[in-house]
């Protein structure tokens, strides 16, 4: 099931950052969906035991960027 298109730039502290790619983390490593959350939106997210990761460097600094998958029905 496709919920609608969402976007959201988030520009957190070192130490917010820190503590959001961990629960992202764990979300992975123990859940069969990603739940991530912000102030007023919630996003849940089945995904394929294959996450693919895109890593870039360039002179505007390091950008990591990894897609969660729906499985295949």
């Not at 976007?7 to 917010?16: C, S, T, V």
């Not at 790619?21 to 294959?50: C, F, H, N, T």
């Amino acid at each position: 099931m496709m919920t609608e298109n969402f976007r959201k730039e988030l520009r957190l502290k070192k130490e917010d950052a820190a503590n959001f790619l961990r629960e992202l983390a764990d979300s992975i490593e123990d859940e069969d969906e990603v739940m991530i959350q912000g102030g007023d939106w919630k996003l849940y997210q089945p995904y394929e035991d294959i996450i693919p990761f895109q890593i870039i460097q360039d002179d505007t600094g390091l950008e990591v960027d990894l897609k969660m998958i729906p499985p295949e029905d």
